[in-house]
């Protein structure tokens, strides 16, 4: 027998036991974006390998070890985009939606990163983002972490916390990249393989490491916030403080740099401790220099990202639409099977928040009572010869043993099922 073949590592189904789940997420996205005037943009999955060296930058890990870049027919060096930022901003430059006017976006889809899989972390992820163009000012920072406390509230998700840091301008970046490079200098003995590569290439990364003596020795390593000018120490002070008005926990954590070279300003993760390694759940920051670097007017911009597939294996959605009502129509005879087909559409079009199943081959009606019940239909509407010639068909109800079945015509059967609907008796199907 020949070899079945497998999914790539990394890369998941999503199967239909799960797929409610997504549904709902994706509602309450949906409704979210809207209330806060945000509009849905949808960018290629494809897009050339520049446009991620230009933007998340060539010494990332992303752009070293993780693209899966190809080389089409044309030679053209492409990549599955490995996040949707940069994307985005290609999109506004190219088709002037950023060109003097700002633009709230959101977008959803999968991403691809060449990562080691493991719980929380896959090759193929999806990721939900908003990106504001044309914002310069604090009011957007604080409205998208309101966004994100609304939704993380909507999903009853409580282990949650916000931590946020301050990058400032580049001038006050490359000030502290050369304190940094230089107290590390002093104890490259103590430093692993990866954060001596990091040393030459971005030491800022190095913040990040979870190698233990690195973060001992980064406990007396110089502060981000100490080569900050008055504005922007200021500026991030003025956040803090909007953020306790209104209500926003939030700490400050003054390693925290990200893992994308577009930043300034301020930058902030939202992690959870159920998640383990995996813990942040959503990330994002400023980035006025990235529409400029790609070849658009300078734009102030700021957005961030959340990971579905996180959020997804903590919250436990409501499956609205699992909960509908199921109808199955059965079809006694190959002679009725034409009635049965156009029975079916007007069920749809009368009861349109019902699921209809039409059973028909090999016509036994038995069988088809049998299947009703595994499905957990809620009613049958069984067509045969006889009745049909007369211009009924049978109501069965298949969850209740009090309600009589009737035999009518559809339109008074399409009554009745509207009657029954509005009242709670009849269980419905979850
Ligand atoms: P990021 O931090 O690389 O930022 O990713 C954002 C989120 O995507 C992460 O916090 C995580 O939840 C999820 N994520 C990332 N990698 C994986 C993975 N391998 N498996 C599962 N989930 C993952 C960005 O991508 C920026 N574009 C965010 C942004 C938008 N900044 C400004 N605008």
Redesign the pocket.
């Known amino acids: 027998m020949a070899k079945t073949l497998q999914s790539i590592r990394g890369m998941n189904d999503i199967l239909p036991n799960a797929t409610a789940a997504w549904q709902s997420l994706t509602n309450i996205i949906l409704q979210l974006a809207q209330q806060y005037g945000y509009e849905e943009i949808r960018t290629p999955l494809v897009e050339q390998v520049q446009l991620f060296h230009r933007s998340v930058g060539d010494t990332s890990d992303i752009v070293q070890k993780e693209m899966y870049q190809f080389v089409d027919q044309n030679d053209d060096v492409l990549a599955l985009r490995p996040?949707?930022?940069a994307a985005c901003v290609r999109a506004c430059i190219q088709h002037g939606l950023i060109y003097n006017q700002r633009q709230k976006l959101w977008y959803m889809g999968p991403m691809y990163?060449r990562?080691r899989p493991q719980k929380?972390?896959?090759r193929q992820?999806h990721?939900f983002?908003l990106?504001a163009f044309g914002y310069a000012d604090t009011d957007i920072e604080i409205e998208q972490l309101l966004w994100m406390q609304r939704f993380f509230a909507a999903l009853s998700l409580e282990d949650v916390q916000l931590e946020i840091n301050t990058l400032g301008d580049a001038a006050a970046r490359a000030s502290y990249t050369k304190a940094l490079q230089q107290y590390l200098s002093q104890h490259r003995d103590m430093l692993d393989a990866d954060s001596l590569k990091r040393l030459e290439t971005n030491p800022l990364r190095i913040l990040d490491s979870k190698v233990t003596a690195t973060q001992a020795l980064l406990a007396d390593a110089p502060c981000l916030l100490d080569h900050l000018p008055d504005t922007a120490r200021a500026h991030f002070e003025h956040v803090q403080h909007l953020l306790d008005q209104l209500n926003v926990p939030h700490v400050v954590n003054t390693r925290l740099v990200?893992?994308?070279d577009y930043y300034n300003g301020l930058v902030f993760?939202w992690t959870t401790h159920a998640l383990g390694a995996q813990g942040?759940?959503?990330?994002?920051?400023r980035?006025d220099n990235l529409v400029s670097q790609l070849g658009g007017q300078p734009t102030p911009a700021f957005?961030?990202?959340?990971?579905i597939?996180?959020i997804l294996s903590l919250a436990t959605l409501s499956q609205d639409h699992r909960t509908m009502w199921r109808g199955h129509v059965l079809c006694a005879s190959e002679a009725v099977l034409a009635p049965a087909l156009l029975t079916c559409e007007q069920l749809r079009n009368a009861l349109p928040n019902m699921t209809w199943t039409l059973d028909a081959h090999p016509f036994k009606l038995k069988n088809q009572l049998k299947r009703a019940n595994k499905a957990n239909a809620t009613l049958a509407i069984i067509l045969d010869h006889d009745a049909w010639k007369n211009g009924q068909c049978q109501l069965k109800w298949m969850q209740s043993s009090d309600t009589a079945d009737v035999q009518a015509p559809l339109h008074d059967l399409i009554d009745q099922i509207k009657t029954q609907s509005t009242q709670p008796k009849l269980e419905r199907h979850t």
Do not use: I, P, V
């Open positions: 996040e949707g930022t990163r990562e929380g972390r896959y992820f990721q983002g990106e990200r893992g994308l993760e942040t759940l959503c990330a994002g920051g980035y957005g961030c990202a959340m990971g597939e996180r």
